[in-house]
C-alpha cells in the first residue's frame, strides 16, 4: 500500500543522502540535511500541539527551511494554508479564518486578526534531531491543503484538497509522467524557486524537480535575466508579461543563457505569433501549461508542440454543450476534466461547490475543442462575457482578434454599461513598439472577423496591464476602470 502524501518527499529526500538539493544564499543543502531539518521542524509542532485536521497557516519565505516546513506540516496531517506575497489585510483574514496556528520566519509577522499560536521557524528547527524517518500521521481523508484562487473576482475562494488527492498525483511518480512532464522533466536540472512556496505552482514544480533528481536554485526577487545566468538556471515558473521583458531584453541588450532549457508559462493565454517571437529569440524553451486551481494540471504543451496548442491532455476531459451534452472533436465547448489531484470542493461554500463539481468531474468555465489528433485548444471563457442586445459575446475570442493587428501588443476587454444595447466592449490595448493602434481599425477588424457586437466601443491605451498577486491579469480591476470611465 503506498504511504500517504508526503511519504514519496520523504523517500525522495533518503534517496538523494548527501546530494544537494537545493542551493540558497550560496550554500548547498543535502536531501540528508533536508530531511533533519523536516524531523526537527515536526517534532517541534507536535510539541505545540498540531494534530492531524488542525488549520495551520504558513508565512515563510523561499528557503530549504521554509520548504522543509511544509513538509513538516503535511507529516502531521495538517491542513495548510499558504499566504502569499501582496495580500490585503482582508485577503490575509480570509485566508487565516480556519488555522489554529500560523508558522513564519518573519521577525514581525502582521496582526492575524485573532490570538492563536505563532510558532518562529527557527526555534522549531532547534528542536533536537533523533535521526529517525518522521512518523506520518496524516489521514487520507483529511484535508491537506487550502490552495487559493487569485482573487481577481473577489475574495479567495478556497480550493480544499485531500491527502488521498496529494497521494494520487503523479508528480511524484516518474513511471506515471505522461509525456510532455517527461519531457519537462528532463531539463529540470537547475529549478530557479522564487516568490512563495505557498504558491501551488512553485511547489508542484519544485517537486517534480526533486523526483527528476534536479536542484531547486532560489533567487528573491527573481531579476530577470541575471537570477538565471548567475544560478546557472536550466528552468523557471515565467508570466506572460515577464516572458514578453525578457524576449525584448535579449534583442537589445543578449546575454548568454546557453543554459536555459525550459520556461514554464502559465495563468494566461499565449498568442501563437508571440510564442513563435520568443522561440525565436530564446530557442525551443517555452512550456505553456493550462491547469486551473481546482483541478491542477490539465494540459502541457512542449516547445514541439503547434502554436496555440496545449497539446493531448494526459486527464480525463470532454467538451459539453450548454445541457450537458459531449461535443464531437472540433466543436466548442465548455471543458468538463477529471484529474487524479483535483480538488474536493471550495472549503465551506456548498453552494459554489454544487456549481462547479459535478459528478466527480470539474466545470472548469473555460471554452475550447479537442482536434481530430487529440490536442486542446482554448477559445475563452463562458463567464468572460459582454451580452449586448441580449445576446452573449465572449471576451476571449475578441481579445485574440485585436491580439493580431500590427499596432497590438497585448489586448483585454471587458463590458461596460451602455444605453443602447445593454452592455458594449471596452478595449483595453497595450501597444506595440512604435505604434498607436486607433479605435476605427480595431472596430473594423473584429467586425470583419467576429461581427459588429463584438467591435469594441470605447478603447484605453495602457502601459502594462494590471496583474493580481497570483500573476495573472487582473480583468476585475480592467472592468472597474472601463465602467468609471463611463460615468458622466
Known amino acids: 500500500m503506498t504511504e500517504v502524501f508526503p511519504g514519496r518527499v520523504l523517500d525522495l529526500l533518503e534517496t538523494a543522502g548527501d546530494r544537494p538539493v537545493f542551493e540558497h544564499a550560496g550554500r548547498g543543502i543535502s536531501g540528508a540535511h533536508l530531511l533533519g531539518a523536516v524531523r526537527r521542524i515536526s517534532r517541534g509542532l507536535r510539541r505545540h500541539g498540531v494534530r492531524p485536521g488542525d488549520g495551520v497557516a504558513l508565512l515563510l519565505g523561499v528557503s530549504p527551511e521554509a520548504f522543509a516546513a511544509v513538509v513538516a506540516a503535511h507529516v502531521l496531517g495538517a491542513r495548510v494554508v499558504g499566504l502569499r506575497p501582496g495580500l490585503t489585510p482582508r485577503q490575509r483574514e480570509r485566508l487565516l479564518a480556519d488555522a489554529a496556528f500560523m508558522v513564519t520566519d518573519r521577525p514581525a509577522p502582521p496582526p492575524t486578526g485573532r490570538s492563536r499560536p505563532v510558532l518562529v521557524l527557527g526555534e522549531l528547527l532547534a528542536c533536537p534531531d533523533d535521526?529517525?524517518?518522521?512518523?506520518?500521521?496524516?489521514?487520507?481523508?483529511?484535508?491537506?491543503?487550502?490552495?487559493?484562487?487569485?482573487?481577481?473576482?473577489?475574495?479567495?475562494?478556497?480550493?480544499?484538497?485531500?491527502?488521498?488527492?496529494?497521494?494520487?498525483?503523479?508528480?511524484?511518480?516518474?513511471?506515471?509522467?505522461?509525456?510532455?512532464?517527461?519531457?519537462?522533466?528532463?531539463?529540470?536540472d537547475r529549478f530557479l524557486v522564487f516568490g512563495s512556496l505557498a504558491s501551488q505552482v512553485m511547489m508542484e514544480y519544485g517537486l517534480l524537480t526533486l523526483a527528476a533528481g534536479g536542484v531547486l536554485v532560489t533567487a528573491d526577487p527573481p531579476a530577470f535575466p541575471e537570477a538565471l545566468v548567475r544560478l546557472r538556471a536550466s528552468a523557471s515558473v515565467i508570466t506572460v508579461a515577464r516572458l514578453r521583458k525578457l524576449v525584448a531584453g535579449q534583442r537589445e541588450s543578449p546575454v548568454d543563457l546557453g543554459r536555459l532549457r525550459a520556461l514554464m508559462v502559465s495563468g494566461s493565454p499565449l498568442e501563437p505569433a508571440w510564442l513563435r517571437?520568443?522561440?525565436?529569440?530564446?530557442?525551443?524553451?517555452?512550456?505553456?501549461?493550462?491547469?486551473?486551481?481546482?483541478?491542477?494540471?490539465?494540459?502541457?504543451?512542449?516547445?514541439?508542440?503547434?502554436?496555440?496548442?496545449?497539446?493531448?491532455?494526459?486527464?480525463?476531459l470532454e467538451v459539453r454543450d450548454p445541457a450537458g451534452r459531449r461535443l464531437p472533436p472540433g466543436v466548442d465547448g465548455e471543458l468538463y476534466v477529471r484529474t487524479p489531484a483535483q480538488s474536493m470542493g471550495y472549503w465551506r461554500e456548498p453552494a459554489l461547490t454544487a456549481e462547479v463539481f459535478v459528478d466527480g468531474w470539474v466545470r472548469t468555465r473555460d471554452l475550447g475543442h479537442l482536434d481530430a489528433a487529440g490536442r486542446l485548444w482554448l477559445t475563452g471563457r463562458t463567464r468572460d462575457v459582454i451580452i449586448v442586445?441580449?445576446?452573449?459575446?465572449?471576451?476571449?475570442?475578441?481579445?485574440?482578434?485585436?491580439?493580431?493587428?500590427?499596432?497590438?501588443?497585448?489586448?483585454?476587454?471587458?463590458?461596460?454599461?451602455?444605453?443602447?444595447?445593454?452592455?458594449?466592449?471596452?478595449?483595453?490595448?497595450?501597444?506595440?513598439?512604435?505604434?498607436?493602434?486607433?479605435?476605427?481599425?480595431?472596430?473594423?477588424?473584429?467586425?470583419?472577423?467576429?461581427?459588429?457586437?463584438?467591435?469594441?466601443?470605447?478603447?484605453t491605451l495602457i502601459d502594462q496591464v494590471p496583474l493580481t498577486p497570483a500573476g495573472k491579469p487582473d480583468k476585475r480591476r480592467l472592468a472597474e476602470a472601463a465602467r468609471a470611465a463611463t460615468v458622466p
Open 131 to 188: 535521526g529517525t524517518r518522521p512518523e506520518i500521521t496524516a489521514r487520507p481523508g483529511d484535508v491537506a491543503r487550502l490552495i487559493h484562487t487569485s482573487g481577481s473576482t473577489g475574495l479567495p475562494k478556497a480550493c480544499a484538497q485531500t491527502y488521498a488527492a496529494m497521494t494520487a498525483a503523479w508528480t511524484l511518480r516518474p513511471p506515471d509522467w505522461p509525456p510532455a512532464i517527461r519531457e519537462l522533466a528532463s531539463r529540470l
Open 277 to 316: 517571437e520568443a522561440t525565436r529569440v530564446l530557442g525551443p524553451v517555452v512550456f505553456h501549461g493550462y491547469g486551473q486551481t481546482e483541478t491542477g494540471t490539465i494540459s502541457m504543451a512542449t516547445p514541439a508542440d503547434e502554436p496555440g496548442s496545449l497539446g493531448v491532455p494526459p486527464v480525463e
Open 389 to 459: 442586445n441580449a445576446n452573449v459575446h465572449y471576451a476571449g475570442p475578441i481579445e485574440r482578434v485585436l491580439a493580431t493587428h500590427p499596432a497590438v501588443a497585448e489586448a483585454y476587454v471587458t463590458a461596460v454599461p451602455d444605453a443602447d444595447t445593454g452592455e458594449a466592449v471596452h478595449a483595453f490595448v497595450m501597444p506595440a513598439a512604435g505604434r498607436v493602434p486607433e479605435l476605427g481599425a480595431l472596430r473594423d477588424l473584429v467586425t470583419a472577423r467576429l461581427g459588429a457586437a463584438c467591435a469594441p466601443t470605447r478603447l
